[in-house]
Each structure stands twice: as structure tokens, then as C-alpha cells.
């Protein structure tokens, strides 16, 4: 039986789709997408996600880095990358709280040291019983113990949890981990394949 469902935060309940940012990396004559490539190149990201970078120190060392290889001007680019904290899905929220009482809810999310912040700030903080980032616990994301860590804190055998995550790579990491995985593109995907595990959401508020 399905006692706890874990959801990958970025691309599952916060998007990122904001286009902006591209039409000034046009009007830069940058290549689209160029900030993004630096920012989470594995050089980069990785020690984020693993406590080994703050998010000042990646921003700026990304910022240093496009400098050196774009100049100076790059930089208000830079700085509205940095500003833009992405679009919580309303849908997906509400999704949640419609879940059953008797299910534990958490995240687990490839993320820094801003992130409990964030989402106090947006007020998303109460709707999970457990909150893990792996900025905090030193392992990212395939890696098994960070999984391990995650159904540990919820009090759950990784059989008796599902695990949505929008990455290909973090669902096959969540199998190898043992949890019951779900690769998520859409919000009907994941209902069908919560309804697999005989999961049906209730119109109630969590």
C-alpha cells in the first residue's frame, strides 16, 4: 500500500517559462539559452545542489565567467536571470491538496541554500510533512542516498512511496532507489498513474 508520494519541486510544481529572457539574449546578439548553459553546467550546478556552492557564490561565479567570455555588457542579462524565481503551477498546488490525509507528503529537490526560504515565501511550506534539499544533506539527485534519505524522513519503506519527477534521469534513479517512480510531463499523466495505485483526489482543502 502507498503510504507517501514525493515530488521533484522544479519542473513538477514550479515552472520555468518565462520568455524574456531569451528575447534579451537576442537583442544581445547572444545565443538563446547561453546564461542558462553556464549557470547549470555541471561544473557548476552539481556543487550547488551538493551544499559546496551557495546561490551568491554560483551566481556570481556564473556572472564571472559570461563576463570573461561575453564582456561586461552581459551583465543586466545576467542579473535578470538571477531575479526570475519561476511560476508555481496553480493546478499542481491544488492537486496536492487534494490528496488524502492518510498519504505523507515531501520534496525532494536538486536545490540551494535559498530554497526553504522560497517556499515559505510563497506560502507551499505547510503543504509537505517533509522538506528535503539536497543542498543540505551533501547528495544530489540520482544518486540512491538522497532517495534514501527523503522516505527515511518520512517514515516510509521506498516500496510504499511514489516519486514524481519531470527528469529522466532522477525517475530512473528513484526506481533504482526502489520507490514506485512516475516520469512527470502533465498533470493528467500523473493522475492516471496515481489512480494505478488506487490514489483518487478528494475536493477537500488539505
Not at 45 to 69: F, M
Request: glycine share 6%; aromatic share 10%; charged share 30%.
Amino acid at each position: 500500500m502507498i503510504e507517501a508520494v514525493l515530488f521533484d519541486f522544479d519542473g513538477v510544481i514550479r515552472q520555468w517559462d518565462e520568455s524574456d529572457l531569451g528575447t534579451f539574449e537576442a537583442e544581445a546578439n547572444i545565443e538563446k539559452g547561453t546564461i542558462f548553459a553556464t549557470a547549470f553546467s555541471k561544473e557548476l550546478h552539481e556543487p550547488l545542489t551538493r551544499g559546496e556552492l551557495t546561490w551568491l557564490q554560483w551566481r556570481n561565479e556564473t556572472e564571472h565567467r559570461l563576463v570573461k567570455t561575453h564582456g561586461t555588457f552581459i551583465r543586466p542579462i545576467v542579473k535578470r536571470f538571477f531575479e526570475f524565481e519561476g511560476r508555481v503551477d496553480l493546478e499542481m498546488v491544488e492537486l496536492v491538496k487534494q490528496l488524502p490525509d492518510r498519504l505523507r507528503l515531501g520534496i525532494l529537490t536538486n536545490n540551494h541554500d535559498r530554497f526553504e526560504d522560497y517556499l515559505q515565501r510563497v506560502g507551499l511550506e505547510e503543504l509537505f510533512d517533509v522538506v528535503v534539499n539536497t543542498h543540505r544533506i551533501g547528495v544530489a539527485k540520482p544518486e540512491p542516498l538522497a532517495y534514501r534519505n527523503a522516505v527515511s524522513r518520512l517514515g516510509v519503506e521506498p516500496a510504499h512511496c511514489l516519486f514524481v519527477d519531470d527528469l529522466e534521469t532522477n525517475v530512473r534513479g528513484g526506481a533504482a532507489a526502489g520507490l514506485q517512480c512516475h516520469h512527470f510531463q502533465n498533470q493528467t499523466g500523473l493522475v492516471a498513474f496515481l489512480k494505478e495505485f488506487d490514489i483518487e483526489l478528494i475536493s477537500h482543502q488539505k
